[in-house]
């Protein structure tokens, strides 16, 4: 699903979905039970509301975030990559090794300088080296890459 076709999913949604995507927000772990009193409804109606979404893929998941690192050694850090070549068949091969790749926490294309920006974390940051590594032995040459470590986290969770 393009984003576009989400943005219009999104804007399809009534009151009382916003409601109940606002309070997973706050609390992804909070029972059908809470939720139905939350929004006035029947729990059966909540939960039925809450799979419709899930089927719409307007939620497509849930999450946890760590009050601190699982490993005191691992690093999350944020690489930004720009391709030798902007070609779809290079992109492709890129964003496929993107996917595999379990250090990659997340990724986007992106516009302006760099055509992708990857969340990536590991013990130590050797990751990125070995991903850039395998790109260029698929024939997907990197002409440049930036990498920022997270040092502190000011609001919201340490990975971002």
Do not use: H
Not at 51 to 76: A, F, M, S
């Amino acid at each position: 699903m393009s984003s576009d076709d989400a943005s219009q999913q999104f804007d399809r949604v009534d009151l009382i979905d916003r409601k109940l995507i606002d309070a997973l927000r706050r609390n992804a772990r909070a029972t059908n039970r809470a939720l139905a009193e939350f929004l006035q409804l029947s729990p059966s109606a909540s939960l039925a509301r809450l799979r419709k979404l899930e089927r719409r893929r307007i939620i497509v998941g849930y999450t946890v975030l760590l009050g601190g690192r699982v490993d005191e050694r691992e690093q999350t850090y944020f690489v930004e990559v720009e391709l030798e070549s902007n070609c779809p068949g290079a992109q492709r091969q890129f964003e496929a090794l993107l996917r595999a790749d379990a250090d990659v926490l997340s990724a986007v294309r992106v516009a302006g300088k760099y055509d992708y920006l990857v969340r990536m974390a590991s013990t130590p940051p050797t990751s990125w080296e070995r991903l850039a590594d395998a790109a260029l032995t698929i024939g997907v040459p990197i002409r440049q890459a930036r990498i920022t470590t997270i040092v502190e986290a000011i609001k919201g969770q340490a990975g971002l």
